[in-house]
């Protein structure tokens, strides 16, 4: 069973060490809760699939902690792009970019490009900065079962399996963050969040398509 902390500075320094020595962690975050590990941790990052039976086809999210996190997992970040970043970054709002070669394949499941988000949440953040490196993760459940914000809701088996869980208690809005590809044209929103069709095509000044696929 996973040590749980409290979301205070012992248990961000707690957490901080287990994601060092390659542990995996549940974190939570203004969305839902999540379970990672170090983005430098190929083998930690394996284990996350492992715990909640996840395919190795797909993909997990780079999780940072600021902007000068996400610069260094992409190759470029188009300039196109800024007014989208300054308008809902930090926040519930994953961008797919092509990746530097700091994010293993693993990760981005052998693709060349990646899901990046900037999460706003005090506790995810102190980490990130402790760390000094973004998290790789996803929702902590099982595959195919829901995603909470809720720390009592998380499956014993996901928790069971994991180094370290902060308890936050109700942490962030239960809905997850809004997945948009920018790597193609038409931009493309790949899972429908917080952040609506409307409020990003306000800021580009474009249209965007909506591919909803189920998270």
């Known amino acids: 069973m996973a ?6 500075e012992s248990g961000v320094e707690q957490a ?19 379970i990672g590990a170090d983005i430098r941790k190929p083998e930690a990052i394996r284990r996350i699939f492992e715990i909640k039976a996840r395919g190795f086809t797909q993909p997990l999210l780079v999780h940072c902690g600021d902007k000068t996190q996400l610069q260094m997992m992409v190759k470029d970040v188009p300039e196109w ?4 970043i300054a308008r809902f970054l930090p926040g ?7 990746r530097s070669e700091a994010v293993p394949e693993i990760v981005s499941a052998g693709r060349e490009t990646v899901g990046i988000r900037v999460v706003a949440n005090e506790v995810f953040i102190r980490i990130c900065e402790e760390l000094g ?8 459940n099982l595959s195919g079962e829901p995603a909470t914000n809720d720390f009592g809701a998380i499956a014993l088996e996901v928790i069971g399996k994991t180094d370290l869980a ?16 920018l790597t193609v044209k038409p931009l493309r929103i790949i899972r429908t969040g917080q952040i609506g069709k409307d409020e990003i095509e306000r800021v580009l000044g474009e249209v965007v398509v909506n591919n909803d696929i189920q998270p």
């Open 92 to 98: 519930p709002l994953a961008l797919i970019f092509f």
């Open 166 to 181: 902060i308890n936050s208690g109700i942490s962030g809005s239960g809905c997850a963050s809004t997945i948009l590809d």
């Open 133 to 140: 490196a973004p998290i790789a993760g996803t929702s902590a």
């Open 16 to 34: 901080v060490m287990v994601l060092k020595k390659g542990g995996v962690v549940v974190f939570p975050t203004e969305t839902v809760y999540g």
């Open 3 to 8: 040590r749980i902390v409290t979301a205070d």
């Open 81 to 84: 792009a800024e007014p989208l």
